[in-house]
Nanobody, 119 residues
Framework: QVQLVESGGGLVQPGGSLRLSCADS????????IGWFRQAPGKEREWVSC????????TYTDSVEGRFTISRDEAKNTVLLQMNSLKREDTAIYYC????????????WGQGTQVTVSS
């Protein structure tokens, strides 16, 4: 059952930017950690980034560190993933999930949004 909704994906040239959004119409995202994940064709799903509900601390996988930024928009009950300096290898379906970053437990997922980086 889809409970989170991602948006903001699309086609972008290498070096470009996109901003993904994760929304939940049923529950406040503030109560949980929020993670972003991605799955490229033929590959396993991988964790991309996480933002803590307790102190707002953020973590990133090495391949996106310095290029992606995760943040919360409390007023809109959304979590954003700003993606800059995109590379072809960032092409994937991006998913958000609510749960706990520390023990990698995720309760609610979205359907995903496609990000394609190509010239």
């Amino acid at each position: 059952q889809v409970q989170l909704v991602e948006s903001g994906g699309g086609l972008v040239q290498p070096g470009g930017s996109l901003r993904l959004s994760c929304a939940d119409s049923g529950f406040s995202l503030s109560y949980y950690d929020i993670g972003w994940f991605r799955q490229a064709p033929g590959k396993e799903r991988e964790w991309v980034s996480c933002i803590s509900s307790s102190d707002g601390s953020t973590t990133y996988t090495d391949s996106v560190e310095g290029r992606f930024t995760i943040s919360r928009d409390e007023a809109k009950n959304t979590v954003l993933l700003q993606m800059n300096s995109l590379k072809r290898e960032d092409t994937a379906i991006y998913y958000c999930a609510s749960g706990w970053c520390g023990n990698n437990k995720w309760f609610r997922w979205g359907q995903g949004t496609q990000v394609t980086v190509s010239s």
